[in-house]
């Protein structure tokens, strides 16, 4: 099946994972992933942005990737029990605050396509209309190129019902194993079939199981292929025959 050319922008500009951070880029900076340097730094490179959002306990929408704030802010705490105003005082080791998804949306402003990742949480699902309903508002006013994936099918399963007035291309992230045992196969299958019936656009696999002839299987159907998370020219070299693009870290690709 032919899908439209809307997607086109997955398959050009490899996607920058979480922007482009100082994960082995030796900046000579401090540049945390998902701040908004590391969104300057992949726009300058002429790199797509791929991102992961999570919802506050006020059920604002930030632009983060961990479920705990203690790895990347000197605070600690749940994401999902903190409000956004608290978020605001954990600053980033660059003594950036964590950005909401408004702030990144106007800061990019379309200068390179965006992949948003959204990061499965209770929160979020006990709160999926409401989280729907804003993140809908803010595609629909951003004029950019943006993706939309997750690793949840009932979250990209709500996302299909939704008219965003133009075609926003969705993805559903996967890890599935290079090798897979009686279970896996089982309960890839069911994935497999769920992919298809949603007619989603793309598969992000994890590069470890982009061998599996699942993968292939899903690209004939008319699915974009990305592989995460690339980390050097080695493995993008040994991924390349089975993708169309690449997320990537702590290199610069081609």
Request: charged fraction near 30%.
């Amino acid at each position: 099946m032919k899908k439209s050319n809307c997607r086109d922008f997955l398959i050009g500009r490899p996607f920058a994972h979480r922007g482009l951070h100082d994960s082995g880029q030796h900046f000579g900076e401090v540049v945390p992933e998902n701040s908004i340097k590391s969104f300057e730094l992949a726009i300058k490179n002429g790199f797509s942005i791929e991102m992961d959002l999570q919802v506050t306990e006020d059920l604002e929408i930030v632009v983060f990737h961990d479920d705990y704030l203690q790895r990347l802010t000197q605070k600690e705490g749940l994401i999902t029990k903190c409000t956004l105003d608290h978020l605001k005082s954990a600053k980033l080791a660059n003594e950036e605050s964590i950005p909401s998804l408004s702030e990144v949306l106007d800061y990019v402003n379309g200068k390179v396509p965006v992949l948003i990742e959204i990061k499965e949480s209770k929160k979020l699902k006990d709160n999926l209309s409401n989280f729907l309903g804003k993140l809908t508002k803010k595609i629909v006013e951003y004029k950019g190129q943006v993706g939309l994936m997750s690793f949840d099918i009932d979250i990209l399963t709500s996302l299909k019902a939704i008219n965003f007035q133009r075609k926003i291309p969705l993805g559903l992230t996967t890890d599935f194993p290079s090798i897979e045992n009686k279970q896996e196969k089982y309960e890839n299958n069911k994935i497999e079939k769920k992919i298809q019936k949603l007619d989603l656009d793309f598969v992000s696999q994890n590069w470890k199981g982009i061998k599996n002839k699942r993968i292939l299987d899903i690209r004939n159907s008319g699915l974009i292929i990305i592989c995460w998370t690339v980390t050097s020219k080695k493995i993008e070299e040994l991924v390349k025959q089975e993708t169309d693009n690449i997320t990537f870290e702590g290199y610069k690709p081609f």
